[in-house]
Every structure is written in C-alpha cells, then in structure tokens.
C-alpha cells in the first residue's frame, strides 16, 4: 500500500500570508504512460465534504481560486495558498488515487494566526 | 447537475449488517471508477472501497471479508453492503466518482453529503 505521509499536521498563518502544506508517498504515483501524478488536494470545512481542489499534482480545479497552487512530481507534492483567506480555514487532505487501495494524508489542519 | 446522494445510515448493532445507497445524477455510474470514502468521528479521512467501470472491486484492509461494494446499472446507484460491524465501523459514509477529464481519471468529484452510520449497542 502507498502511504500518504502530510506535514505539518497543523498550521496557523497571518491572513494574507501564504501557507505551505506538503505531502510526501512511499512510492511513486506518476503515471509513465500518460505522465501524470495521480496525486489530488482537497478542502474540507467542518461539517461539509471534501471538496476537490488540485488533481494530477498541479491542476486547478474549475471553480478554485487562483491563490491556490499544486506543484511537485514522483513522491514529494506541496499545496500553497499565496495569500491567506479567511474562508480557507479548514482540513486539507492530499490523496493518491494512483492505485488501489487509494489512501489520504492524514490530513493538514489551517487556522488563522 | 453531478450529484450524489447518500441513504441507509443509522444505528446498528455489533455484528449487524446495513446497507448505504449513493444515487447518481447527471452522469452514469457504470461508466466511471466509484469509491466509498469513510471518516470517523473527529478524525480524518479512510478510503473503504472502489468498483472500477469493468466491474472490478477493490477494499481497505479494516472492511475486507465484511463490506461489498456493487452498483445497479437500471438505477444508477452505487451500494455498500455492511456485515459483521464493528464499533470502529461508526463513522460518515461518503461516496465519490474519481471522474474522467478526458479519458483520464482527475481526482474524487462529486462527493455525496455523507451518512452515518453508528455502531453501538
């Protein structure tokens, strides 16, 4: 199994400043065939759903705000928010859904300092 | 409009069995990679089990030999069936499509809202 390795396990920043979140696998989850990293962020607020943010490692979803960023490849992945929001208080998940069985971090909490 | 909606939660028994919906709409769930997702109280999130679009399935470790995950084509619903539960079972049920963008699979969208299910006596 890909373990799913995110740190830190809590951040707290300025608003307006930026945030950095990484996330690392025990293996590779970069697809030679089509390279892509099957590496995904998600969002999740109290008492709400996951909601997708990046997908193959450094893809915006439609819909995300710019602010958020996805980089990295293989192994080692990073989530940057540029300038700190107050709505993106919240649980941020990565995922590898590079093969089964398809395992999260265990995820980054985001609060305002 | 995507969407997913869960039912079938509540509060069992150890050693019961239940079974969770997920109703799609907007989109054909035989034609995608569809996944339960749990997460317990307070914690974060486990991801349970897949049914790949040729009808392959796939479970976490903790559910093997206990859950089946299946779907029905006519009615575009996804299933969880639950046996043997266990208090470290309680937890919120979500389903999720690992959508297509293009022909490759680009993250877990939509989520449902959840249902949980409480295992307790």
């Known amino acids: 199994d890909i373990v799913m390795t995110q740190s830190p396990d809590s951040l707290a920043v300025s608003l307006g400043e930026r945030a950095t979140i990484n996330c690392k696998s025990s293996?590779?989850?970069?697809?030679?065939?089509?390279?892509?990293?099957?590496l995904a962020w998600y969002q999740q607020r109290p008492g709400q759903p996951p909601k997708l943010l990046i997908y193959w490692a450094s893809t915006r979803e439609s819909g995300v705000p710019d602010r958020f960023s996805g980089s990295g490849s293989g192994t080692d992945f990073t989530l940057t928010i540029s300038s700190l929001q107050a709505e993106d208080v919240a649980v941020y998940y990565c995922q590898q859904h590079y093969s089964s069985p398809y395992t999260f971090g265990q995820g980054t909490k985001l609060e305002i300092k | 409009e995507v969407q997913l909606v869960e039912t079938g939660g509540g509060l069992i028994q150890p050693g019961g069995s239940l079974r969770l919906s997920c109703a799609a709409s907007g989109f054909t769930v035989s034609s995608n990679y569809m996944s339960w997702v749990r997460q317990a109280p307070g914690k974060g999130l486990e991801w349970v089990s897949v049914i790949y679009s040729g009808g392959s399935t796939f479970y976490a470790d903790s559910v093997k030999g206990r859950f089946t995950i299946s779907r029905d084509n006519s009615k575009n619903t996804l299933y969880l069936h639950m046996n043997s539960l266990r208090a470290e079972d309680t937890a919120v049920y979500y389903c999720a499509r690992d959508r297509l963008v293009g022909s490759l699979r680009g993250g877990f969208d939509p989520w449902g809202q959840g249902t949980l299910v409480t295992v307790s006596s």
């Open positions: 293996q590779s989850v970069l697809y030679s065939s089509n390279n892509k990293n099957y």
